[in-house]
Every structure is written in structure tokens, then in C-alpha cells.
């Protein structure tokens, strides 16, 4: 299995940044995608997730409004489009595979990661 993100890299506040989760490996219309993010000496905090058939979209607090998360089965990528970006967003973002539609928002329930992309926003 692997999950392959791109798309991150340094942006000043209030632009915009399109992430994009390639996944193989995997029967990728049947799992729920997550993507989540981490500062060095921080927990892991949920950003957004996505239903199996895309229906159902799920946005940590701090992101709502601002990013849109979608996923294209036929092509088996999950993007993340991040708009209105602020300095509190940089973080090293990781894609994640086959969470719970009980507890998407918990990181302890997806099986599969992908390796990460620093995003950085300058203030």
C-alpha cells in the first residue's frame, strides 16, 4: 500500500495550496480518507475526512470554511484544496487510509499513512 501526497510547499497568508493523495495498493473506493497534520511537539490534529462514495465530508474546527476536502475514485486521489491559508495552518500534512465512519476525526482509527508534505505559511 501506499499513499504518495504532493502539492504542499511555502505560500504567504491568505493564498492557496491543493494537495493531492495518490493511493495504490489499496481498493481505494472502499475506504474513508482522512488528511491530518503535525507540528514538531504537537499531536497529530484531524483536518478533514471523507466518505467512501464522497457524499460525506467531515472538516476539523480550525479549517472549516476555509478547506475543501474531495476524492476521485475513478483515479484513486483524495485532495485536499486549502484556501485562505494562515500561518497557524503550517504543518507537515499526511493523507491517511481506511478510517472509521464512527470516529473519523480520530487518527488511532486510519491504517495506512502516507509520508507527509510541509506546508509553510508565511505571516
Known amino acids: 500500500v501506499q499513499l504518495q501526497a504532493s502539492g504542499g510547499g511555502l505560500v504567504q497568508a491568505g493564498g492557496s495550496l491543493r494537495l493531492s493523495c495518490a493511493a495504490s495498493g489499496l481498493t481505494f473506493s472502499t475506504l474513508l480518507m482522512g488528511w491530518f497534520r503535525q507540528v514538531p511537539g504537537k499531536k497529530r490534529e484531524f483536518v478533514a475526512a471523507i466518505s467512501r462514495s464522497g457524499d460525506s465530508t467531515y472538516y476539523g474546527v480550525s479549517v472549516k470554511g476555509r478547506f475543501t476536502i474531495s476524492r476521485d475514485n475513478a483515479k484513486n486521489k483524495v485532495i485536499l484544496q486549502m484556501d485562505t491559508l494562515e500561518p497557524a495552518d503550517t504543518a507537515v500534512y499526511y493523507c491517511?487510509?481506511?478510517?472509521?465512519?464512527?470516529?473519523?476525526?480520530?487518527?488511532?482509527?486510519?491504517?495506512?499513512w502516507g509520508q507527509g508534505t510541509q506546508v509553510t505559511v508565511s505571516s
Open positions: 491517511a487510509a481506511d478510517g472509521s465512519s464512527y470516529s473519523p476525526y480520530s487518527d488511532s482509527t486510519y491504517t495506512y
